[in-house]
Nanobody, 124 residues
Framework: VQLQASGGGWVQAGGSLRLACVAS????????MAWFRQAPGKEREFVAAVRHTGGRPQYTDSVKGRFTVSRDNTENTVFLQMNSLRPDDTAIYSC??????????????????WGQGTQVTVSS
């Protein structure tokens, strides 16, 4: 599986961006899809995930109510709609595919495939 992320850019605080990650291959619907981010000097951080088995998407606390993750299995694409962006959302955002157990959805090591990342910069 190859993942290609896009949609990053520069935005002022309070603005919105929509990230997209397109997956190659025909097994997209069998993978949990997640977004992670990494800011300079910080460790990679889980942002959101939508499981292949359905159920409610999962989010890290800092983005709840502002970000929405969704997937379109017909287009092999996962989206991350980011609203009310803040300067501390600035990071490189990467998509990932895997089949983690529910308790490991936020763990980077649970994912097999990664996209190249897209830069999101939020200015104050």
């Amino acid at each position: 599986v190859q993942l290609q992320a896009s949609g990053g850019g520069w935005v002022q605080a309070g603005g919105s961006l929509r990230l997209a990650c397109v997956a190659s291959g025909d097994s997209f619907r069998s993978y949990t899809m997640a977004w992670f981010r990494q800011a300079p000097g910080k460790e990679r951080e889980f942002v959101a995930a939508v499981r292949h088995t359905g159920g409610r998407p999962q989010y890290t606390d800092s983005v709840k109510g502002r970000f929405t993750v969704s997937r379109d299995n017909t287009e092999n694409t996962v989206f991350l709609q980011m609203n009310s962006l803040r300067p501390d959302d600035t990071a490189i955002y990467s998509c990932a595919a895997g089949r983690p157990a529910l308790s490991y959805v936020s763990s980077p090591s649970a994912y097999y495939y990664w996209g190249q990342g897209t830069q999101v910069t939020v200015s104050s």
